[in-house]
Every structure is written in C-alpha cells, then in structure tokens.
C-alpha cells in the first residue's frame, strides 16, 4: 500500500521535473552531485534532517523535492530487509525551518495517504537565489 504511494509520488516528481538535471539521495550511500534536482524520499529519517540539507547545498540543487514519512502514522517506516533501526521520524515544522534556514523556500507541499490511512509529506524546497 505505501509502496504504490511512494511510486505514485516519486513519478510526480520526475514529471514534474523532467526536463531538469536530477540527483536521487541514496540514504545508504549519501553522496553528492551537482544537480538541479535533489530527490529525497525516505532518506532524511536515517541521515538525519540536518545531514540532508548539507548534503542538498552540496549538490547545488535549485530545488529539492523531499518525501517524509507522517510523525502521526500508526506504524514505522516500512522495513524492506535493507533499512536499519537508526530512523527518527522528521516532524514537518523541523523540516521546513531547517531548510528555510539554509535560504531554501517552500513552493510545494502535499500529505497523501494510502488506504491503511499512513500518510506521506511531499514537500518542495526552492533556492532563494537560484
């Protein structure tokens, strides 16, 4: 069920931003590359919400598009074989104030949920002097 979200969100992402250089953070391996698109969906739970914007400034992304698992759902983030236990649910106010610390704005966000009621937060940071 939070799967098909998840694969829901992340095509709205790639549509959305098709025709732009983009980077998918890959929590287990967080490296860098420039681009002007950082996808972050499910990784800031393990890197931590700071970690995640340092990284996102190194890519020198004008925007970032980060998926957040809902503090309020019932249940953990999904376990896939390969996530460990070291995952800290990101409330959306922190998120946001930390980005916007670092001169990245919000313009996008939604709150879909799957049929179980979880919920994912989809929240798009731009660059103020991009």
């Known amino acids: 069920m939070i799967h098909a979200l998840l694969d829901a969100l992340r095509r709205q992402q790639m549509e959305q931003y098709e025709k732009q250089k983009i980077y998918e953070l890959d929590y287990r391996n967080p490296a860098v590359k420039d681009s002007d698109v950082l996808l972050v969906n499910l990784a800031a739970e393990y890197l931590g919400i700071q970690k995640t914007v340092e990284l996102a400034l190194a890519c020198h992304a004008k925007i970032v598009s980060l998926i957040l698992w809902d503090p309020d759902n019932f249940h953990t983030i999904p376990d ?51």
């Not at 922190?94 to 989809?122: C, H, K, S, T």
């Open 80 to 130: 896939e074989g390969y996530r460990d236990s070291a995952c800290r649910a990101i409330p959306l106010e922190q998120a946001v104030v930390e980005f916007q610390a670092r001169d990245m704005d919000l313009v996008y966000m939604r709150d879909p949920q799957d049929e179980n009621g979880n919920r994912l937060i989809r929240l798009d940071f731009q660059c103020v002097y991009a």
